[in-house]
């Protein structure tokens, strides 16, 4: 750990060798996704690499904090994959509901409340990035899929994914923003 703190890089890969299927198998017992758990393992030995001077040898062996931060970043990346999910599903619901009301912004039911909300929605589409954007309205207004959407704009699917994930993050903050303002409306 002192030689991987002086930044030796031969140090890491010594480290990575020796631990790296250990690691997995915690990973792995976490999240149960071959895919994303390689992702979680790089994220490992990165903290690791870069914590490596906060390491003390007092404090337990080094194939016990490695252990501690897979099991950490694994739980952090379930309740991320959660979280993207139910707010995917939500999204997916309210559109495929009335697709036309969604997109139009007229009230075909004359629940006023929804169109509200579906202004509001389209306002803070229009205030994210161009990229996440066009991902979202092709994944969801579109109906096509994470690997059409990445084959008709060009896009490696990681890139999309993101794209979408990282979109569907700030919506969610915004609409949990008017969640707390209509409940505060509500009050007064």
Not at 12 to 40: G, M, Q
Request: glycine share 6%; no cysteine; net charge positive.
């Amino acid at each position: 750990m002192d030689r991987i703190a002086r930044g030796e890089q031969s140090a890491l890969e010594t480290l990575l060798a020796r631990h790296s299927k250990l690691i997995t198998t915690v990973i792995l017992n976490v999240i149960h996704n071959e895919a994303e758990a390689k992702d979680v393992l790089m994220e490992v030995f990165h903290q690791a690499w870069n914590r490596a001077s906060k390491y003390s040898v007092g404090k337990g062996e080094v194939r016990a904090w490695l252990v501690t931060i897979a099991r950490r970043r694994g739980i952090d990346r379930l309740r991320k994959r959660e979280s993207y999910s139910r707010t995917t599903d939500r999204f997916t619901l309210e559109v495929e509901h009335d697709p036309e009301t969604w997109i139009s912004g007229r009230d075909t039911n004359g629940d006023s409340d929804r169109v509200d909300t579906r202004s509001f929605i389209r306002s803070k589409l229009l205030e994210l990035p161009p990229f996440q954007k066009e991902a979202i309205e092709l994944a969801f207004l579109k109906g096509m899929s994470q690997r059409e959407v990445a084959n008709y704009t060009g896009n490696p699917i990681g890139t999309i994914k993101a794209r979408i994930e990282l979109g569907l993050k700030k919506l969610r903050v915004s609409l949990n923003k008017l969640s707390i303002t209509n409940v505060g409306a509500l009050i007064k």
